[in-house]
Structures are given as structure tokens and as C-alpha cells.
């Protein structure tokens, strides 16, 4: 037996019984392996909290959950619900014989995370999915220490958020009023579901632009387009023109704060297309009353400031797209910055402006693996340095982790896990593990080929990354 103590995400120290670290992924920080090896019973695997912490973790029912949870996943032969220690490397480290017997080896493990964000985003607007496949990308996401499930919920495509206080907006704006929603009762489920497991729901509700979904079920938020002096019948962003925009926006950021508890909140600002608003008199009465000219990028300004500030007075921290900065908007200096485009010296000059500026960064351009290629290209993704660009100590103190995003263009529930994992893997070690340890590719080859293993014995259809076999190949087809 071994005392555990608990504190996440914070260093954590363990000395177990375990076997090697072939197939450890991510990276611990520290590790001393010995070559003792023993058998283990699972009839009498257990795990205790330390005395000096038996009265604060009585009656946890985070780690409760997860001490049962775990059990089938180290003994997968059985089923009994023994309590297990989750989170670290022993799930990966425990091994069975060909005759049906586990062991491990003696491992001294030191560990925690080199990067406090370690995020996916799930795009169910584009193409809905269903709650169960949420559900599972969430259990991976644990195995792979991501935390931060960021939901981009709704788009031009479709609206499936129930809204409590809109219904019309999923009602008019889901791809079906009944079946491709999101109940309140769905969001608590993958709240609780995501909490159990240590990862944070950060929802998104990307605004003015990608909203063609949201003016179906909401009548006078959206701009009409001209064409000449006529209504072209044809809608544009969000109208910032109108006092309406911002009442209607207010009410809806007010229920939706509500009901993601997480203190930060993704509010978009991307991809605004201008010619709507150009063609609109009331939007170009509205610059010229403002003093903005022609520049629509301060009306954009506008608009973002107002829904930063309300977010603000809902006691949330803003996270905004990269755009939101590039346009120069005045928004607080808490305010997280998400860049998303860029080739490496592209995104690695934003990051240094973009801290020098005293804002927090993520980095999300490197890791758009929505994008595929042909062969392992996993290895791109593990090649990023996050901290590779130009900026002080200080500055880079700011980049407070990354992103992997999986955008539903081409996603459904059909290929979501083999396009998801274990590409998304790469980005889990780099923003885990120590990089002077983790640099080659090649060396981690072998370690995240065991993984991807791991991950079909416990049902995560995870793509191949060469010609090989499992001895637990996938078997839920």
C-alpha cells in the first residue's frame, strides 16, 4: 500500500508499485524506475488517503467517483469497483500477463503540469453531436490530462443551446427543435461529468459574427443587408447599431453565466465580415454619429467592448479571439487572448505582442487538427515550443497554455474519436510534460503507439499511427 497526497493541480508525489514507463503518456515531470517487480492481486489492490488527510477528503465524492471508476480500467477483467488512485501514471503502469496475472514495478513519480490550460474544443453547431459522444471525448480528455472542455456550442450553422430564456433560438435555430438540442438537463450532465473527471466547461457564444443561427429565433438582432437603396432580404452580424443588440445580449450572457459555472467565458470576435454593415444606412448613420469614418474595425471595437464590459459586470473573465486585440479594441487587461491563425512566425510574433501588452495568451494555431494530412502527422503538433518566441521572462509567464481544436466542418459523431485521438496527444504532452525531456518525436513514437493501445482497451476508438496490432484491439464495432 501507498499514501497518496492529493492536491490538483498543484506537485504532486507518489511512490507506487509500478512496471516501466513504456507507455506513460504524458511525460511525468520526474521519474526513478526500479526493477523490482511484483505480482498484484486485485482481490486486495487498494488505496487509502494518508493519515494527514483522512479528515479533509472524508466523503469526497469527486475522488469517491473516480476511486470506482478506475478499478475496471486497471483490471479490466474485473469489474468489482475496488477503489483505485486516479489522475496519475499508475492507470498507464499497471500490466497483465499473457496468463491473465498483473504486475507492476517500483516507480518513484514526481509530477504536475508544465501549462495550467491544457484545452479541446468540440464545434456542435456545424455538425450536432450527440451527448454520449461529448460524454466519451470528455473520459479521453481525462486519460490524456486535458482540463478545459471548451464548447463552442452554437454557430451560423445552428443553434442547439436550449435557451431558458429564448426558447425560439433553438427552437428556429437547431438543425431539429427536438432532436438535435442541448437541455438544460444535457449541459448539467456533461457539467458533472467533466467536473468528476478535473475538467473545466468553458462555453462560447461567438458573437457579432457566426450569429446566422442566432436570427432565426431572435427577430431584429441580426443587420439587414442592402442592395443599393432596398433590403436585400439577406442578414449580417449582430446589428451594433441598435440598442436592441445590446438588451438582447445582456439578457442572454445573464442566463448563460448562470448556467456555466466556470469563471471564464470564450465571447468569440472573429470573422467579422464588414459588407452587411456597409450596406446598411442606419449602421453608416450610426459610424458617422460615432466619429468612426469608414473604419468598420472600430465599430467591430464598439460592439466587442460593450460585450466584454457586460460579461465583465456578470463577474466573468473574458476569453476573445486573437482578432479582438488585432483591431486594437480597449478591453481589460485581464481579458485572455486566443490566437488562432498564423503560420509559426505569425502566431509566435502575436504572442510576443500580445503579452508584451500584459495580456494572458492561448495558443490554439498550431493545433487545428480538424486539418489532416497523410501519415503521422501528430508530429508536427508535438514539435510545437509554445515559449519559442520573443518576449521577457515576464512575458512568457502569460502564455498560460494551448488548445487543441477539432472543428465540425467535416466531424460528425461517425469520426470524431479516430480524427480526435491520439493526434490529439501530441498537444496533451507538450502542454503537460517537461519539453527539455520531451523534444524528439521519435523517441516518443513507441510510448504513444502503448497509449493509443490504452486507449482501445478502454473504448476510445484512437485512429492508428502505423502498420502493428494491440493485443486489446478496439472491439466495439
Not at 429564448?166 to 438540442?181: C, E, N, Q, V
Not at 443599393?228 to 453565466?257: D, H, R, W
Not at 476569453?319 to 509559426?344: A, S
Not at 495558443?363 to 503538433?381: C, E, F, K, T, V
Amino acid at each position: 500500500m501507498a499514501s497518496c497526497t492529493i492536491c490538483l493541480p498543484a506537485l504532486m508525489m507518489l511512490v507506487l508499485d509500478l512496471n516501466t514507463v513504456e507507455s506513460v503518456w504524458p511525460l511525468p515531470q520526474k521519474l526513478a524506475i526500479s526493477e523490482e517487480r511484483y505480482p498484484l492481486s486485485p482481490t486486495h489492490f487498494n488505496f487509502y488517503y494518508g493519515e494527514d488527510q483522512a479528515s479533509i477528503m472524508k466523503d469526497c465524492s469527486l475522488l469517491d467517483s473516480a476511486f470506482t471508476r478506475y478499478f475496471p480500467l486497471i483490471f479490466p477483467d474485473l469489474t468489482s469497483g475496488k477503489p483505485v488512485m486516479w489522475y496519475l501514471a499508475i492507470v498507464q503502469l499497471v500490466q497483465q500477463e499473457e496468463d491473465g496475472t498483473y504486475f507492476i514495478n517500483k516507480t518513484e513519480i514526481e509530477d504536475f503540469p508544465s501549462f495550467q490550460y491544457r484545452g479541446i474544443l468540440l464545434d456542435t453547431s456545424r455538425h450536432f453531436l450527440p451527448l454520449k459522444a461529448i460524454l466519451n471525448t470528455l473520459d479521453a480528455m481525462a486519460y490524456s490530462k486535458f482540463n478545459v472542455f471548451h464548447w463552442h456550442i452554437v454557430d451560423d450553422p445552428s443553434f442547439p443551446y436550449q435557451s431558458r430564456t429564448f426558447p425560439d433560438l433553438s427552437s428556429k435555430g437547431a438543425y431539429h427543435p427536438m432532436s438535435h438540442i442541448y437541455t438544460q438537463s444535457d449541459v448539467r450532465r456533461v457539467l458533472t461529468h467533466a467536473r468528476l473527471r478535473g475538467i473545466r466547461v468553458i462555453p462560447e457564444f461567438d458573437s457579432p459574427g457566426h450569429t446566422q443561427s442566432w436570427g432565426k429565433g431572435q427577430p431584429n438582432l441580426l443587420t439587414p443587408c442592402y442592395k443599393g437603396s432596398s433590403p436585400s432580404g439577406t442578414f449580417g452580424p449582430i446589428n451594433p447599431a441598435s440598442a436592441l443588440s445590446y438588451i438582447f445580449m445582456s439578457q442572454f450572457l445573464k442566463e448563460v453565466t448562470s448556467v456555466f459555472p466556470d469563471p471564464y467565458f470564450h465571447l468569440g470576435g472573429d470573422e467579422v465580415n464588414f459588407s452587411c454593415w456597409q450596406s446598411n444606412p442606419d449602421v453608416r448613420a450610426f459610424m458617422q454619429k460615432m466619429g468612426f469614418g469608414k473604419d468598420y474595425t472600430k465599430l467591430e471595437s464598439f460592439y466587442m467592448e460593450n460585450i466584454v464590459n457586460i460579461t465583465s459586470n456578470l463577474n466573468k473573465t473574458s476569453i476573445v479571439w486573437q482578432d479582438v486585440f488585432d483591431y486594437h479594441e480597449r478591453i481589460p487587461k485581464d481579458t485572455i487572448l486566443h490566437i488562432w491563425k498564423g503560420l509559426p512566425a505569425q502566431y509566435k510574433a502575436e504572442t510576443s505582442r500580445m503579452t508584451k501588452a500584459g495580456h494572458r495568451v492561448l495558443l490554439g494555431a498550431p493545433w487545428y487538427i480538424n486539418h489532416i494530412a497523410y501519415g503521422q502527422d501528430w508530429r508536427i503538433s508535438y514539435n510545437v515550443q509554445p515559449l519559442n518566441f520573443s518576449g521577457t521572462e515576464e512575458q512568457k509567464k502569460l502564455v498560460i497554455g494551448g488548445e487543441v481544436s477539432m472543428w465540425g466542418e467535416y466531424v460528425d459523431a461517425t469520426n470524431l474519436s479516430p480524427r480526435l485521438w491520439p493526434r490529439a496527444c501530441a498537444a496533451a504532452e507538450r502542454l503537460w510534460s517537461d519539453e527539455s525531456q520531451t523534444r524528439s518525436a521519435e523517441a516518443a513514437f513507441p510510448r504513444l503507439q502503448a497509449f493509443r493501445c490504452s486507449l482501445l482497451r478502454r473504448g476510445v476508438r484512437a485512429e492508428p499511427l502505423s502498420p502493428g496490432h494491440c493485443s486489446d484491439e478496439y472491439r466495439g464495432i
